[in-house]
């Protein structure tokens, strides 16, 4: 638990000293000073009730009358102050969840990691839930146990020398020897709290794992939830209800086991605690009665040592009464933890030279392939051997091992990191890719038109002309209208939305992956030849198994990988580069190791 912490603190103790370290500490001490002034009223109210009792033993009706004018003020103190510290403590919470939302969320949405990381084997699942839940329990249960932490502090120092001067003196014979024991009730609330907080960690020490467990099983089940979503037409069209009913049951019922550990030792844990407070309201009263009967306290202050007794009790029992929440929090700190560091390993092993591809921009105007090899994220080999160079404003289609035509689409944009060699880009390109699964953003269409870009970029007579060319033109009137475009659109009205924004954003090279995978070959060689036309200089590579479209294209990359990985390139027609026209694959370099590999000795 100490570790982690420690851990949490490093990642997300930049909010007190980055930008918002002004802001930060104004609230934190705002927190401190409400803390402060909510002791002092817990020891007036000491004080008042001290007061109170001793007017009523005495039976002065106008000194009672005088100390409820008090205690009305005391109220009014207390309501003004918790509202103040309420109000700060929530601000403070906030900004700081937003803060560490920002960092990890954008470290993970940072040059393809969110991508990478599902293909690293043992990366950590469900980052959504980490970065929405463990994020937001993390954050707001730290201040709050920092906060209440900080309070039993205040409160335990004031209140031990308040109860160390009630407690008088009491003369003990041991052996005939008299002893003078003064401050008495102090010792026995350290040895009662003590003996409470050994037992409590001793029955709770499971729960931060059983905690822990618990909510990746949540995590689990939501994920099963949105993918059911996500997939929501597939599945009725093939009547898979029932299949996904038994897997969402499975998931579920991870989460009843996890819910059933955690409840045996919340139980534990609960039925310590009851008996702890309980016996905490009457223990400081039997202790003192003695004192009280043998007329050395008065009633008042009798009432003041018992509540004193309690105040120091349960300073002294933080660790019994915030043990669940700990646990929670705890638990929810690692989550996010094992997030950033997975994210934080895969930028490091990418930067490092030597071990990952290399692609750069250059001063020339080809893309270059140079002794690639290609590997997976656990290191292994999937291909090598690959050289080949593609000229501006060819139009190039790459058939054969589609696995192999994704991979180097994602090595080209600078997402699949993992292998060696080297990729060289025109250094004034302007790239655009368009995925077979293209992703339409829940907004406008003329925001999913412009994506990434800003909606503004593009006036509406461009986007509607875009739109008519690629024949969606019904869709004009609806430019401006949000919606769910990822259902409201088929696949084939998605695929043409993606030339639609081809044609608005105009690059220079094209990559297109299965652009007719839910077209026919005449519809996808139509949108080929709108691109052309409004785009005659760009360059196309498409990575296509319809190999009827050869003619358009000019220039045919055959990729063909053997059984040991090695790649032959049959380039044939258009304007391919002088030599052999089937290129031999390079030999196979030594396996990379996991993590991306070590050089060679």
């Known amino acids: 638990m100490g570790g982690t912490l420690r851990r949490f603190a490093r990642l997300a103790g930049g909010y007190w000293t980055g930008s918002e370290r002004w802001s930060a500490c104004l609230l934190t001490a705002l927190l401190v000073a409400f803390g402060i002034l909510q002791i002092l009223l817990v020891i007036r109210l000491n004080l008042w009730s001290a007061d109170l009792f001793d007017a009523l033993e005495r039976r002065d009706a106008r000194e009672v009358l005088v100390q409820s004018a008090v205690f009305a003020a005391i109220v009014a103190g207390t309501m003004a102050v918790n509202a103040a510290h309420l109000e700060a403590r929530r601000r403070l919470q906030m900004a700081w969840r937003r803060w560490l939302t920002m960092r990890v969320g954008d470290g993970w949405l940072d040059r393809g990691r969110q991508h990478q990381l599902t293909l690293v084997p043992g990366a950590p699942g469900n980052p959504d839930a980490r970065i929405a839940d463990d994020i937001r329990v993390a954050t707001e249960a730290s201040i709050e146990l920092a906060n209440s932490l900080f309070y039993c502090v205040l409160l335990l120092g004031s209140f031990v020398s308040i109860l160390w001067g009630l407690s008088g ?189 290399d692609v750069a921009a250059v001063s020339g105007s080809s893309l270059t392939f140079i002794d690639l090899t290609i590997a997976d994220a656990d290191g292994g080999i999937l291909f090598s051997g690959i050289s080949t160079e593609i000229r501006p404003g060819e139009r190039v289609l790459l058939l054969g091992d589609p696995r192999l035509a994704r991979a180097l689409f994602k090595v080209v944009a600078r997402v699949w990191p993992w292998g060696r060699g080297r990729v060289e880009l025109p250094d004034d390109a302007a790239i655009h890719f368009l995925p077979a699964s293209l992703h339409l953003p829940a907004d406008t269409l003329r925001a999913i ?153």
Not at 314 to 325: G, M, T, Y
Not at 497 to 512: D, H, M, N, Q, V
Request: aromatic letters at 8%.
């Open 169 to 357: 003196t009491v003369r003990l014979a041991l052996g005939g020897i008299d002893l003078a024991v003064p401050g008495y009730l102090v010792g026995l609330a350290f040895v009662y709290a003590g003996v409470g907080v050994a037992v409590a960690f001793l029955l709770g020490r499971t729960l931060v794992q059983v905690t822990d467990l618990r909510q990746s099983a949540e995590a689990g089940y939501r994920s099963g939830l949105f993918r059911d979503l996500e997939q929501a037409e597939t599945i009725a069209l093939l009547a898979g209800e029932g299949n996904e009913r038994q897997r969402l049951r499975a998931l579920f019922q991870a989460i009843v086991a996890s819910w059933r550990l955690q409840t045996r030792g919340l139980r534990r844990l609960t039925l310590f605690t009851s008996a702890y407070g309980t016996m905490s309201a009457m223990f400081p009263i039997l202790v003192a009665a003695p004192r009280y009967l043998a007329g050395d306290l008065t009633l008042g202050g009798l009432v003041q040592t018992a509540q004193a007794f309690q105040q120091v009790t349960a300073a002294l029992s933080w660790p019994i009464d915030n043990f669940p929440r700990l646990a929670e929090t705890v638990a929810s700190m690692e989550r996010v933890l094992v997030l950033q560091h997975a994210v934080d390993t895969i930028g490091a092993e990418v930067g490092r030279p030597g071990l990952a591809i």
């Open 449 to 601: 038109l412009a994506y990434p870009d800003e909606p503004g970029m593009f006036d509406q007579a461009a986007c509607v002309q875009a739109l008519a060319r690629v024949g969606l033109g019904d869709l004009g009137p609806r430019l401006d209208s949000p919606g769910d475009w990822m259902r409201q659109l088929d696949p084939s009205q998605r695929q043409r939305a993606g030339f639609a924004r081809i044609l608005l954003k105009r690059p220079s090279w094209i990559f297109l992956e299965e652009p007719g995978e839910a077209l026919d070959t005449a519809a996808e060689l139509a949108l080929m030849q709108v691109i052309a036309e409004a785009l005659p200089a760009a360059t196309l590579i498409t990575a296509s198994h319809h190999g009827e479209l050869e003619a358009f294209y000019g220039r045919t990359l055959r990729l063909e990988p053997a059984a040991d990985g090695r790649v032959f390139v049959r380039d044939s027609g258009g304007r391919a580069p002088a030599g052999e026209k089937i290129r031999p694959a390079w030999p196979a370099i030594e396996v990379i190791r996991r993590g991306f590999g070590e050089g060679p000795g």
